[in-house]
């Protein structure tokens, strides 16, 4: 199983970025897809989840709002719209994939089977 994340960079505040994830070597459709973030010195955080059909998401607080999840399982990529960018978005972002039914499966990163490389987001004041 790969999953392929892309698409962060370096961006100023009240930006916009869009990253995606490709996956292979799993049933895409099948899983439940989130991402993730993390900054340094921090721990991984939650950032949003979408279900198989790409019909429920769900977001951490402090990205409701900004980001929206999205899926297109004819292409196996989930993706990962931000915007009004802030200084404290920065991070390592990471999608993962989750055989978890979407209704069980809560925000801890243990409960998700696969992982993305990660793609860094610097977002500037």
């Known amino acids: 199983v790969q999953l392929q994340a892309s698409g962060g960079g370096l961006v100023q505040a009240g930006g916009s970025l869009r990253l995606s994830c490709a996956a292979s070597?799993?049933?895409?459709?099948?899983?439940?897809m989130g991402w993730f973030r993390q900054a340094p010195g921090k721990e991984r955080e939650f950032v949003g989840r979408?279900?198989?059909?790409?019909?429920?998401?769900y977001y951490a607080d402090s990205v409701k709002g900004r980001f929206s999840i999205s899926r297109d399982n004819a292409k196996n990529t989930v993706y990962l719209q931000m915007n009004s960018l802030k200084p404290e978005d920065t991070a390592v972002y990471y999608c993962?994939?989750?055989?978890?039914?979407?209704?069980?499966?809560?925000?801890?990163?243990?409960?998700?089977?696969?992982w993305g490389q990660g793609t860094l987001v610097t977002v500037s004041s």
């Open positions: 979408i279900d198989w059909s790409g019909g429920r998401t």
């Open positions: 070597g799993l049933i895409f459709s099948s899983y439940v």
């Open positions: 993962a994939a989750a055989s978890r039914s979407y209704s069980s499966i809560s925000v801890s990163p243990d409960e998700y089977d696969y």
